[in-house]
């Protein structure tokens, strides 16, 4: 046995002994030669990742690293928001995974050496690797947006991270009287999931439809289009008349300070005072990844679009929302597409082996109303060093009838168990 892949065995037993975090699973007894992955993240990437590696070849040691016992899922977060859903439909344990073989550790990691291949945690236990995957999704950057910062979050809720902030942003509007302005801030590309703002956008107005219907929603855009943008346009004529107005970027949409004090957001233009402040800040490569070297001046990271391997670090890969690879968007479906190909990729390296040229399918569903929804559609594989997509996008039709929308509102909610059970059983 060499060195090492002693010090990951040794690690294992001494982290799970040195913190009430680190979740304690047996583990069946592997050949000496098994090599080890180890996943940071257990989002829909990483979980999905750590699984199918099981899956593809029972004898490799696959350790997810992942600090939240209960993963709480953005898709249909929005739902929650506008009260039309419990954040319990969010919420996923990782029980599945580990009845797989799987090794869950409820750690933060905080350092990745490539030189020696090993990720460090919190609690000082070590891992090492023969091959690392990073889906460490997004981080914010409150450091870009003048008067926004983490504290401010507590009374501006971003709400972009599933969890306390949208059940922060819910409590805000059950709260407000009757004729409040509920603003949202968007920022500039790229982003988590595109569309989910106006998706937002939509069902909160919903809510204020149904409970507060002398109350406004206003989106202060730094994009002058976005992803669907007619579908969107048009629901809300349909159903939202006056209700939801958009300023977009040549219009003076785009926040450049907010003020917590008077719940206010400055604009190129003017200043809105709002009841509820919803602020999504710009995003970058979740923190984990920059510690590892993977990031660019881009904040995200850039990977070969065949393995997903990190452009900048050997034997780390990257997917999900951290992974900067073309046009394929940041959102749930596309990092379980990517976690599938890259665990196949993976598995085939550590055996020797020459991966498959990947074709990832990703779906994005939007639902504006209960019973409402609307999809986008592509595929994409690996061209001149990035992923493009190589067939059309099939959008919903912009005309189409009421009964089209709900069979796909179905759909969407079809999609949601896929993904989930996809990832965590």
């Known amino acids: 046995m060499d060195a090492r892949r002693l010090m990951t065995r040794r690690n294992v037993v001494r982290g799970v002994a040195a913190s009430t975090a680190a979740l304690v699973f047996p583990r069946p007894c592997r050949a000496q030669s098994a090599a080890s992955v180890v996943v940071i993240g257990g989002g829909f990437g990483g979980a999905s990742c750590a699984r199918t590696l099981r899956r593809i070849d029972p004898r490799l040691e696959v350790t997810l690293i992942e600090p939240n016992r209960i993963f709480t899922a953005c898709p249909f977060s929005n739902e929650v928001i506008a009260g039309l859903r419990e954040i319990e439909a969010q919420q996923f344990t990782y029980d599945k995974l580990v009845a797989e073989g799987v090794t869950v550790v409820a750690q933060t990691a905080v350092k990745v050496d490539p030189q020696t291949r090993a990720v460090r945690l919190v609690d000082g236990a070590s891992f090492a690797y023969d091959r690392l995957v990073l889906a460490p999704g997004i981080d914010l950057r409150f450091d870009a947006l003048p008067g926004y910062d983490e504290a401010t979050a507590a009374k501006m809720p971003h709400a972009w991270k599933a969890g306390e902030q949208t059940t922060l942003l819910r409590r805000q509007l059950e709260a407000m009287d009757d004729g409040g302005l509920v603003v949202l801030a968007v920022p500039a590309g790229p982003s988590r999931c595109p569309p989910a703002p106006y998706e937002r956008a939509s069902l909160i107005a919903h809510y204020l439809k149904t409970r507060k219907p002398r109350s406004k929603v206003l989106i202060l855009d730094a994009k002058d289009a976005f992803p669907q943008q007619r579908l969107f346009e048009n629901a809300w004529k349909e159903l939202y008349p006056g209700m939801i107005e958009r300023v977009s970027l040549s219009q003076g949409g785009r926040v450049t300070s907010v003020d917590a004090a008077t719940n206010s957001i400055v604009t190129d233009f003017g200043n809105y005072t709002a009841a509820v402040a919803n602020v999504i800040p710009p995003q970058k490569a979740g923190r984990i990844a920059e510690i590892a070297g993977a990031v660019d001046n881009t904040g995200w990271c850039p990977i070969d679009p065949v393995t997903f391997a990190s452009k900048l670090v050997p034997n780390i890969h990257v997917i999900g929302d951290a992974a900067f690879g073309g046009t394929i968007p940041k959102s749930a479906s596309a990092a379980n597409a990517q976690a599938r190909a890259c665990a196949e990729a993976v598995a085939k390296l550590v055996a020797g082996k020459q991966p498959d040229m990947p074709r990832l399918v990703g779906a994005c ?12 559609s592509a595929a994409y594989q690996p061209r001149d060093g990035l992923f493009a997509e ?10 189409a009838p009421r009964a089209l929308r709900a069979r796909e509102a179905d759909d969407a909610q079809s999609w949601y168990k896929t993904v989930t059970v996809d990832a965590f059983g």
């Not at 569903?365 to 986008?376: C, D, E, I, L, M």
């Not at 059309?392 to 912009?398: C, F, L, N, Y």
């Open 365 to 376: 569903y939007n639902t504006v109303a209960p019973g409402y929804a609307f999809s986008q």
């Open 390 to 399: 190589i067939e059309g996008a099939t959008t919903s039709p912009v005309d």
